[in-house]
């Protein structure tokens, strides 16, 4: 490498601009970063932050501006090419590969000719050095969250990068996983490497990062040094205007003489594949008028028990689960919709909705069978009522305060959180008695998210049962009333929300709770 | 004795097209891509090999136009999937009609005449062995060109970068695409190679298994050997032990039929497929290890970022 001024900037971004047909994902953005810095860059989800990164590692063409690297023009026209520069990336979405082993997943991603065994070696040599445990032989698929972010991790590192992008790198980690992170974060800054950090979480900005730059509908916002900032400043750079937090009146009655709405009563499941996990004697009361949180880290069998409460996965034995109490642990997802439970899936597109569908068919998919009478007409025939169909949706997209464009667009055109807006709202519309939702706001952006929260409590308050799994424990802690962490398939007893800690939380999550 | 040896011939005879076939359809499906047009090129290999073979003199000349027969025809279909981004199933399925069609046409004028046959090789010494000598070592050189074919893919899949790559694309195209691998050209190059491997298939049918040309002679092995590679659970190895059961039972069954055992021969018709079908399921009955070996992407179109 070549001897720079160290005032030189490693990383110096002018006015790039991308566009996808008339949407302007990232207007004529500027972005330094220095070396040996974390630089974070902020933004709420549909920001442009994914757009401009992915321009960073040549997966995307700018369409005008220009990107200079150590004070040389570059065109990054391919992964290959940042990589060969000295760029690496960490994705969020991980692009590993399930069905190979970590050392062969690293291997993919090497442009040298070495041979696997070596890489193997140097993969847990480099893993050891910088704090992260790894074994190549293992199937990436029966890796946890954690472990499949230290594959890429190491990944990266081996190409011995002097700039590290990381997406949302502790979105999926538990609190202590993210604490171990930041050291090895913190040691490759000490040796002069700069990492560009994508977050929306305010409080890892302003520990970890030297800088940060700020992006807004596809445009710079601010730029800013974080320890000076407050998060309420930071978040009010990316939204705009200040979020509502979510309220909750904090007395919900004595649990003594509310009604019991969801009863699980151990429930225990054989794994469906060789990535899926085992259920494990599961027992839990959901009363009227509460919000019970399940918290863990993704892949523990929090989708297992989902699929198993919502009727996908049908038990053996019907008292297994009880919804309004009547057994309905044989019955199918109509049965249990009819018992007055609704269900909102991890997955939107493809699970929660039909992506090529539009909004009004969706809504009738769903509610077909509890409330679809009313949006048929011809008796028999069973014919569709556009317009009493149409007027659900305006309801719906009124009240969630949906972003659409056009009067009934197909689910898949719908951003990520609006379409959740939608979904959620789609089965409240039906004032459901249990509502059962999984990551409720997993990528959707703060002003969506806060919504999506306040429903759930309304929601409560009105006198349902919700049971709310999400790996996001502010989450929790905000709307829950009692909380329950999902280790392995098994489900630790619940603990009011007001007795619980973040270490406490995250000591559960890690499986630590059983070895005291 | 010479019974045995005998059998022993026939049945890799009837298992050789089948495993080549099959083993293109491996590397194919592997790399993520679904091509049901096995059959049709099959059957253009076929063809070509016997019309080749007949205006030049030459077996070999014939087997080599077969390959690049069986290449340029799923070339046709790799447009279609893979530039055009059409449905695979679709475009399989009208490849098989079309070559059925083609090759009928083609051959039309071929039809009942003697063939030329492709000569074995003996190996001085080694062919002369007991029982075994002629199987291993006095056959054709498609025989010998179908286990080189096992070997390399198992090795190629298993053993070389390359080959992760394309399993990488198989499993996850939208993975390998990030990472820079150039997924639609990879499924091209797997395309011809199954094509070329299908048109060799068919090529043995018309040059060594009979040698003469019939329409429409593949009879349905090249969706044999589709089904093969499913129940082989993508794997070389398994695609040759289904491959010889299946021959194995086929001259069993003929065999049986003509010492009039007193079953209905509709019934020892099928039981190759009913014996291989049973065995291929009871080694695959591993579900971990099946789901592992299963292309994640089979079947689904890949369209790169714009």
Not at chain 1, 213 to 223: N, P, S, Y
Not at chain 1, 347 to 367: C, I
Request: with cysteine.
């Amino acid at each position: 490498m070549s001897v720079t001024a160290t005032d030189q900037p490693l990383l110096d971004v002018r006015r790039v601009t991308k566009t996808f047909g008339n949407l302007v994902a990232c207007d004529a953005i500027d972005l330094v970063i220095k070396r040996g810095e974390i630089h974070a860059l902020l933004g709420e989800n549909g920001a442009g932050k994914s757009t401009f990164v992915k321009m960073l590692f040549g997966s995307l063409q700018p369409v005008a501006g220009e990107i200079f690297w150590k004070g040389r023009k570059v065109n990054i026209s391919s992964p290959a090419v940042a990589r060969g520069l000295g760029i690496g990336m960490v994705f969020q979405h991980f692009s590993l590969f399930d069905s190979l082993t970590a050392a062969e997943n690293i291997a993919l991603s090497l442009d040298k000719k070495i041979p696997l065994q070596d890489i193997a070696v140097r993969a847990r040599d480099l893993g050891e050095a910088y704090g992260l445990p790894l074994d190549p032989d293992a199937l990436v698929g029966d890796l946890s969250v954690g472990e499949r972010q230290r594959i890429e991790i190491i990944r990266c590192l081996l190409q011995e990068p002097d700039l590290i992008i990381l997406d949302e790198p502790t979105s999926v980690l538990t609190p202590q996983e993210a604490d171990r992170l930041f050291v090895t974060l913190e040691r490759l800054r000490a040796e002069g490497k700069s990492i560009l950090y994508i977050s929306h979480r305010l409080d890892e900005v302003k520990r970890l990062c030297d800088r940060a730059t700020v992006l807004r509908h596809g445009k710079v916002a601010g730029d800013c040094d974080p320890r000076k900032e407050t998060p309420a400043s930071l978040a009010r750079m990316m939204v705009g205007n200040d979020i509502k937090i979510a309220r909750r009146d904090v007395a919900t009655g004595g649990k003594g003489e509310a009604r019991p709405l969801l009863e699980i009563r151990g429930l225990s499941q054989p794994p469906r594949g060789p990535f899926s996990t085992a259920l494990h004697d599961i027992s839990l009361t959901v009363y009227a008028g509460e919000i019970v949180g399940i918290a863990g880290v993704s892949g523990n069998g929090q989708g297992e028990f989902f699929e198993s409460v919502s009727g996908e996965m049908r038990q053996d034995r019907a008292d297994t689960i009880r919804i309004g109490g009547v057994a309905a642990g044989r019955a199918g997802i109509s049965r249990r919709r009819g018992l007055g439970a609704a269900f909102v899936p991890e997955e939107r597109l493809g699970h929660g909705a039909v992506p090529e569908l539009p909004l009004t068919d969706n809504l009738l998919l769903s509610r077909y069978a509890t409330d679809g009478g009313a949006f048929l007409r011809g008796g028999p025939l069973k014919i569709l009522a556009r317009h009493r169909l149409q007027s659900a949706v305006g309801s719906i997209v009124k009240a969630m305060d949906v972003r659409k464009s056009g009067e009934n667009p197909d689910a898949s055109a719908l951003s990520g959180g609006n379409l959740q807006k939608f979904i959620i709202g789609r089965e409240l519309a039906r004032k459901p008695a249990v509502l059962v939702v999984n990551q409720p706001t997993w990528g959707v952006d703060a002003g969506a998210a806060a919504y999506v929260r306040q429903a759930l409590i309304d929601l409560a308050r009105d006198g349902s049962a919700v049971l709310v799994i999400s790996q996001d424990l502010d989450e929790l802690m905000e709307i829950c009333d009692r909380i329950a962490v999902m280790n392995q398939g098994a489900l630790s007893k619940t603990l009011p929300s007001a007795e619980v800690t973040l270490e406490k939380i995250g000591l559960m999550m890690g499986g630590a709770d059983k070895a005291a | 004795m010479e019974m045995t040896q005998a059998i022993l011939l026939t049945v890799a005879t009837a298992a050789t097209p089948l495993l080549i076939a099959a083993m293109g359809e491996l590397v194919v499906e592997r790399s993520g891509v679904l091509n049901l047009g096995v059959e049709g090129m099959m059957v253009m290999g076929a063809v070509t090999a016997f019309v080749v073979a007949q205006m030049t003199g030459s077996a070999w000349l014939g087997m080599v136009a077969a390959i690049l027969a069986g290449a340029a025809f799923s070339l046709l279909f790799g447009f279609l999937t893979l530039t055009l981004v059409t449905n695979q199933v679709a475009s399989g399925l009208a490849l098989t009609i079309l070559g059925l069609g083609v090759s009928a046409m083609i051959g039309e004028s071929y039809v009942g005449l003697p063939g030329i046959r492709m000569e074995p090789i003996h190996i001085p010494g080694l062919s002369q062995l007991p029982l075994v000598g002629q199987f291993l070592f006095g056959q054709d050189p498609i025989f010998y060109l179908s286990i080189l074919l096992t070997v390399g893919v198992s090795w190629f899949l298993f053993r070389t970068r390359a080959g992760l790559t394309l399993r990488a694309i198989g499993d996850n195209p939208g993975s390998a695409h990030a990472l820079g691998a150039h997924v639609v050209r990879i499924r091209y190059l797997a395309v011809l190679f199954g094509g070329a491997c299908a048109g060799l298939a068919g090529a043995q049918l018309s040059l060594v298994y009979v040698p003469q040309w019939v329409e429409n002679m593949t009879a349905g092995r090249g969706w044999i050997a589709l089904a093969l590679v499913v129940f082989a659970s993508w794997r070389p190895w398994r695609v040759l032990a289904g491959a010889y059961l299946f021959g194995a039972v086929t001259i069993g069954q003929l065999h049986a039929q003509a010492l009039g055992l007193g079953l209905p021969s509709q019934f020892l018709s099928a039981l190759p497929y009913l014996a291989t079908i049973l065995v291929l399921v009871l080694i695959s009955r591993n579900r971990r290890s099946t789901m592992i070996n299963t292309p994640a992407s089979l079947g689904k179109p890949f369209v790169p970022d714009r």
